[in-house]
């Protein structure tokens, strides 16, 4: 397990359009502890899915740097793993190569490889959808598959771009536990994107708030684990956090 | 199993109610044979030209130059398309000629194709190859182009290098424009095939109908035509729609059809 370090990270781009420079990221420095789990929250357009999307390697950083475990990132690899908004997932695999196709990339032999991801199939719940396309399974499920193909792969950091923003309020609360409860098995250094104040609460030890490509505030979340909603929405510490964390969205 | 009977007989329907009026009404008539033959007259064509091997050498003439023709454009065009498709150096360079050829594609080169190629099997598979490849070439393109950005990052961000990117990300991407590609060129293809078959060959199904015409034998030129359509329902049927069923139509790519 490897901490993730943004210092001085900052993206500026031309914009065709408007003929000018943009500025999408001014000087972002963040510490993501090893094993620690840490949402951004901030309104559309902050930034935020670019931040991502520069740790992942997707996109290039104009300056600052970016480092996972104290080395700089170069383009995208299986260090950082990602979960997408969109699930991405192959349609052309089953379930279970999709699982398996980190571990493939890794050279990991078949049997072996198939045995992991069913372990991993098994964590979420999934093991009779092994054999069937993502297209044959619901929302929520394609989601517990993108997320459990990129635990597959043991990444250093887990990179997840809101990744439950296309599923129903129900499958996304269940898919939030059921986060908070592999995340406690495995331990794994995540950054989560998203613009849901609660499901950020809920889920991190510490809440990034990021405004106009700047961070704004970082508030830290003590609450105890394994997290549920049932005792989340009585919970007054829950309550205040995430009153605190609106407030600042709200202003940013 | 039910289902796809009952489709295949609404298929066959109209198709049965042609030929019971051709068997039936026509016959009331006095038709010139000159200009249109019986059917039992076709049928007799059929059993003259099946029994002395002329009809499946015409036949196999034609589905020879259309599988080389065919197989050697795809084989060249879908590794042309994803080079286009990953590199916009590439695609820019090769979009005009793809263009300009993708009109010419077809009939309109027999003439310079009988001078290179001579008459016969070189220059009809050359003309069938035209017809196949540009249109596979600018589908695989727009295949590779309709696979999701995410997609093609999470096979990156999972540790895939140029050739698994290749095999098992932009090629099972771009199969349903692929397949489409085939599809569409292979209609092309057949049909290009009977027009150079008419000029530039003396064996195949478009020089048996060319040659009938001059005897005037109706009864083989309309059975050379009922056989060309039935040929191409076949291969669609039999081969093209069994290969989307045990791909795109199995991982939800496409609607089935």
């Known amino acids: ?252 | 199993m039910r289902r796809r009977l009952e489709t295949t007989a609404w298929f066959m329907a109209p198709f049965a109610v042609i030929l019971a009026a051709w068997a039936f009404v026509l016959p009331l008539f006095e038709v010139n044979p000159r200009l249109f033959p019986q059917l039992s007259q076709v049928i007799e064509a059929a059993r003259e030209t099946l029994a002395d091997g002329t009809l499946i050498q015409h036949v196999g003439a034609s589905l020879v130059r259309v599988a080389v023709g065919t197989t050697l454009a795809i084989v060249l065009a879908v590794p042309l398309g994803i080079a286009m498709g990953v590199s916009p150096v590439i695609s820019t360079f090769i979009s005009p000629l793809l263009r300009f050829f993708s009109v010419l594609a077809g009939i309109a080169w027999i003439p310079i194709a009988t001078l290179w190629f001579g008459y016969g099997f070189g220059a009809i598979t050359f003309i069938i190859f035209n017809a196949v490849f540009f249109i596979v070439t600018y589908n695989t393109l727009l295949g590779v182009s309709t696979i999701p950005m995410p997609v093609r990052n999470a096979a990156l961000s999972l540790g895939a290098g140029p050739l698994v990117m290749l095999t098992e990300v932009l090629l099972p991407g771009a199969l349903p424009n692929i397949v489409t590609g085939i599809r569409t060129g292979l209609g092309f293809a057949w049909r290009g095939l009977i027009a150079a078959e008419m000029i530039a060959t003396n064996v195949g199904l478009g020089y048996m109908l060319f040659v009938a015409r001059d005897f005037y034998r109706t009864e083989v030129i309309v059975l050379g035509m009922v056989v060309i359509g039935v040929l191409w329902l076949l291969i669609d049927r039999l081969v093209l729609a069994p290969l989307e069923r045990a791909t795109i139509e199995r991982w939800g790519m496409v609607q089935r059809a």
């Open chain 1, 1 to 252: 397990m490897k901490g993730l370090t943004l210092r001085h990270l900052s993206k500026t781009y031309f914009d065709p359009y408007s003929g000018t420079r943009v500025d999408a990221i001014h000087d972002v420095s963040l510490q993501v502890e090893a094993g620690e789990f840490v949402s951004v929250v901030g309104p559309s357009g902050c930034g935020k899915t670019t931040i991502l999307n520069m740790i992942a390697g997707f996109l290039p950083h104009s300056g600052g740097d970016i480092l996972v475990g104290g080395k700089p990132v170069k383009g995208p690899g299986p260090d950082r793993g990602v979960v997408f908004q969109s699930f991405a997932l192959f349609p052309w695999k089953t379930v279970l190569d999709n699982v398996a196709f980190g571990p493939k990339m890794r050279g990991v032999a078949r049997a072996e490889r198939e045995k992991i991801a069913r372990e991993y199939l098994a964590i979420a719940g999934l093991s009779e959808a092994a054999g069937r396309y993502p297209s044959e399974l619901s929302g929520g499920m394609q989601q517990r598959v993108g997320v459990v193909r990129a635990l597959a792969n043991d990444p250093d950091v887990l990179l997840m771009d809101e990744p439950f923003a296309s599923v129903d309020a129900q499958t996304r609360m269940t898919l939030q536990e059921e986060l908070t409860r592999i995340w406690a098995e495995k331990r794994n250094t995540v950054l989560f994107i998203t613009h849901d104040v609660g499901e950020a609460v809920f889920l991190a030890d510490r809440v990034v708030v990021l405004t106009k490509g700047r961070v704004l505030d970082e508030i830290k979340v003590g609450l105890p684990r394994p997290r549920k909603w049932d005792d989340a929405n009585k919970d007054p510490e829950f309550q205040r956090l995430s009153a605190q964390v609106l407030e600042k969205v709200r202003a940013a």
